[in-house]
């Protein structure tokens, strides 16, 4: 079998085993389709070395790839090579010498609570779409949840008894995360009131688009747009940004980090970490503005 067909193999294991998401799965196929494109038809993988690899980093790096990129294709390759050593399909991995390229730590920012504020309580509650929406992003800052998430949660995932939402996350991975009444309340009134009806598997589908189908997450980052811009909050604004303002405010407000790693479904509580400066910030400027000898 030749090197993009050992690909196919091993993107299908990840797509079986590890579940991972179609936006995952076609990075990786991306990634590694390079690799193969570079080799040439016949390539195969027991034949790939460092140099291979190599050259075709340093190719990307010159066409413009940042050390980012660089980075998330060398952990692809590496993956492969590590998938096929474990099948005994080759006996190097043409990886194992290679360096990943630095990162510079990029912290998240965050909006102020204010500005959160202003954006989720934009929509107009009385009107049949302004209900959706504004359920919708209270849910979306309430829980922290990626975008993703938020537009595939069922009506069942809301257990209003326990005040929790069963969220299923990346890498199939189930959380239950806490939500409060304010949220919950507007999810209430949207369900009893202004939801449209749908049909087949649409029908289970927490929120729905105005012909009855599940929102699609282009969707949902235009109508956090719109309602940014609406509500005069001129810091950039997207999904994720209300997930990392979600983390931050809660650190700041004096949260555990464990239970925040939790609520945000990361694996890695060093993933979690990085809001931990952000939330400093906010120390420093309390000091600064409170302390007599701050300045």
């Not at 009506?155 to 806490?178: H, N, Q, T, Y």
């Not at 009893?192 to 009806?197: A, D, G, H, S």
């Not at 929120?207 to 309602?227: E, H, N, V």
Request: glycine content about 6%; some cysteine.
């Amino acid at each position: 079998m030749d090197l993009a067909g050992r690909i196919d193999t091993y993107l299908d294991h990840l797509r079986v085993e590890r579940a991972l998401s179609k936006n995952t799965l076609e990075a990786y196929a991306r990634d590694l389709n390079q690799l193969a494109s570079r080799l040439g038809e016949d390539a195969r993988a027991e034949d790939v070395t460092e140099g291979d690899v190599a050259a075709l980093l340093t190719a990307n790096a010159r066409r413009g790839f940042g050390a980012r990129s660089s980075a998330r294709q060398l952990s692809a390759i590496r993956g492969l090579f590590r998938f096929l050593m474990r099948e005994k399909i080759v006996a190097v991995d043409p990886t194992a010498l290679l360096d990943r390229p630095r990162l510079g730590r990029r912290l998240p920012r965050a909006l102020s609570q204010d500005d959160v504020m202003r954006i989720v309580d934009k929509p107009n509650a009385a009107t049949r779409r302004g209900a959706r929406d504004r359920a919708m992003l209270h849910l979306l800052y309430a829980c922290g949840l990626r975008v993703s998430e938020l537009c595939a949660l069922k009506i069942a995932d809301v257990d209003r008894e326990r005040g929790v939402v069963s969220v299923r996350g990346k890498g199939d991975k189930r959380r239950l995360v806490p939500v409060g009444e304010v949220a919950l309340d507007l999810v209430d009134a949207y369900l009893e009131k202004t939801r449209v009806n749908a049909k087949g598997a649409a029908a289970l589908t927490l929120f729905l688009s105005p012909s009855g189908k599940p929102l699609t997450r282009q969707a949902m980052w235009k109508i956090i747009k719109r309602y940014a811009r609406a509500a005069g909050v001129v810091a950039p604004v997207s999904p994720h940004k209300m997930r990392h303002s979600f983390a931050t405010h809660l650190l700041q407000g004096g949260a555990d980090l464990r239970a925040v790693q939790a609520m945000l479904g990361h694996a890695d509580l060093g993933t979690t970490e990085i809001y931990t400066h952000v939330a400093q910030d906010h120390v420093h400027a309390a000091h600064r503005r409170s302390h007599p000898r701050a300045k």
